[in-house]
C-alpha cells in the first residue's frame, strides 16, 4: 500500500499542535522539584532574613554611644548579657550598654549596629571601643535580601539547585509544576535484541528505544520504554494497546520499509485514527501520526539519525508545551564549514556539529548512529536549493 498522502511538515505541526493535551499542574515537594518547570510564579511569603540579624561575631550597640570613640579616647560600655543565634532576645539596649551578639543572632531592641570583637577590648564587664560604629553596621535588615511579596521565580523557570535553594530560603514545602507528560517507547524489528543478550547472527543492538527514551527525560518528560515488538500484528497490537493504557502519548521507531509500516498504520487505523501518513521532509518521509482514545500515536522512522531528527521536528514541541517550556531556544546560527549537496525538490534535514561559530556537516548517513551522536543537531536544506555554499549562515536544531 502506497503512503496515504505526503503532506508538509507545516501540517503535520498543526495536527500535532491541534490534539486533545493540555499541559497539567501538580505539587510536588520542594525536595524532588529539581528539574521540574514551575507551573506558577513565585512570590516570597516571608522577609529573608526574617529579622534584623548580626553579621558578624562581636558587641551589639547604639551607634550613637560610639560617635564620641577614638584610639586616644576609647567609649566604655557595659555589657550586659549574651545573644547567640537562634535565640530570642528579651533586653532592650539601654544608653551606655552593649550585647555580647554572635554572627546570625537577633538583635535587641534598641541596638543598630554590631562592631566585631577583633576590633574591641573586653575588660571584665565593659567592652572598649576605640571607634564610631554607624548604624547598620555589622547588621542585616529584616527584607534586605528577600522582601516579603518580591517576585522570586517565574512560571516556566526549570529548577535548578539555585532555585530550589531560593525556595528553600523562603521556606516554601511544596512547588507547583507542569505534570510530567507520560510517554511509551517502544521499538520495532525482528533484528533488534537489547543489550546484555547475545549479540547473535543478523542481530543488532536497540538504539532509538534508549535514545527516545532519554531524549524523553531530558526534555522532562516521563518515559517507559515498553521492549521491542516484533514484526507482526499481534506483537506490535499487543505493545500499542500497553502504551495507549499507560501513557498520554506513544512512540514507535521502525518498520519503514518491506511493508511493515502499512501494519503500524493498519494496526493504528484499527484501534483510532491514522491523521497522517508521509511528510515531504527527508529523511523520515514514512512517518505516522495517529490518535487512539485521544493519546497521539508517532510511528518515526527506524533509522536512528532520521528517527532522532523526526522525534525534535515532531514530537518535541508537544512534549515542550506539554511541560510549559514552548519558549526555550533550541536554535542557533552558524556558518556552513563546506559545501553540502541535496536533493532538489526535497526538504531535507542534515545533522551537524558545532565547532566555535561553525557547523559542521556529518555525512555518513542516517543510518549510522555515530550521525546523530557525534552531531550537536541539524540544518535545514529547502526544498529548491540543492547546493548550501562555504561560510552560508544556517540555522541549528538542537536534537532532542
Ligand atoms: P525499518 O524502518 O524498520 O525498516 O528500519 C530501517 C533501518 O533502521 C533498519 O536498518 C533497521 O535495522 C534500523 N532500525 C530500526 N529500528 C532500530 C532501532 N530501534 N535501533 C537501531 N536500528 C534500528
Ligand atoms: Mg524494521
Redesign the pocket.
Known amino acids: 500500500m502506497a503512503f496515504l498522502k505526503v503532506v508538509p511538515l507545516e501540517k503535520a505541526l498543526e495536527v500535532i499542535d491541534s490534539f486533545p493535551l493540555e499541559p497539567k499542574v501538580e505539587r510536588v515537594p520542594l525536595g524532588g522539584a529539581l528539574g521540574r518547570v514551575l507551573a506558577e510564579d513565585i512570590t516570597s511569603p516571608i522577609d529573608v532574613p526574617p529579622f534584623d540579624r548580626a553579621t558578624v561575631d562581636g558587641y551589639a550597640v547604639r551607634a550613637e554611644d560610639t560617635f564620641m570613640a577614638s584610639e586616644s579616647e576609647p567609649v566604655r560600655l557595659k555589657v550586659v548579657g549574651e545573644i547567640n543565634a537562634g535565640d530570642v532576645p528579651q533586653l532592650e539596649l539601654k544608653p551606655g550598654e552593649s550585647v555580647y551578639i554572635s554572627t546570625g543572632a537577633p538583635l535587641p531592641k534598641g541596638a543598630d549596629a554590631v562592631i566585631q570583637f577583633e576590633d574591641v577590648d573586653r575588660e571584665g564587664d565593659e567592652v572598649v571601643i576605640y571607634k564610631p560604629a554607624y548604624p547598620g553596621l555589622g547588621v542585616m535588615k529584616a527584607g534586605a535580601d528577600i522582601q516579603k511579596g518580591q517576585p522570586l521565580l517565574r512560571r516556566g523557570t526549570r529548577l535548578g539547585f539555585k532555585e530550589t535553594a531560593l525556595l528553600s530560603a523562603v521556606g516554601l514545602t511544596e512547588v507547583p509544576v507542569f505534570r510530567k507528560p507520560k510517554v511509551a517507547v517502544i521499538?520495532?524489528?525482528n533484528?533488534?535484541i537489547l543489550p546484555g543478550e547475545d549479540l547473535r547472527p543478523g542481530k543488532?543492538y536497540?538504539?532509538?528505544?534508549r535514545a527516545i527514551t532519554d531524549a524523553v527525560r531530558e526534555l522532562g518528560g516521563e518515559a517507559v520504554f515498553l521492549g521491542i515488538a516484533r514484526d507482526d500484528r499481534e506483537s506490535l497490537k499487543a505493545l500499542i494497546e500497553k502504551g495507549v493504557e499507560c501513557c498520554d502519548i506513544v512512540i514507535l521507531?521502525?518498520?519503514?520499509?518491506?511493508g511493515?509500516?502499512d501494519l503500524t498504520s493498519s494496526i493504528i487505523g484499527e484501534l483510532g485514527e491514522v491523521k497522517i501518513h508521509g511528510i515531504a521532509i527527508q529523511p523520515g518521509k514514512p512517518t505516522i501520526i495517529g490518535l487512539i482514545d485521544g493519546k497521539p500515536v508517532f510511528g518515526l522512522?527506524?533509522?536512528?539519525t532520521s528517527c532522532l531528527t523526526n522525534f525534535t521536528l515532531l514530537v518535541a514541541p508537544l512534549l515542550r508545551k506539554l511541560i510549559g517550556r514552548e519558549s526555550e531556544v533550541r536554535k542557533v546560527r552558524k556558518r556552513l564549514a563546506y559545501k553540502v549537496f541535496s536533493v532538489k525538490g526535497r526538504r531535507q534535514f542534515l545533522p551537524v556539529r558545532i565547532e566555535g561559530d561553525k557547523a559542521i556537516p556529518i555525512l555518513k548517513g542516517s543510518?549510522a548512529v555515530t550521525s546523530f551522536v557525534d552531531a550537536d543537531g541539524f540544518i535545514e536544506v529547502p526544498e529548491n536549493v540543492e547546493i548550501l555554499g562555504a561560510g552560508e549562515e544556517v540555522e541549528v536544531t538542537f536534537f532532542g
Open positions: 521499538s520495532t524489528g533484528e533488534l543488532i536497540d538504539i532509538n528505544g521507531s521502525g518498520g519503514a520499509s518491506g511493515i509500516r522512522p527506524g533509522y536512528p543510518g
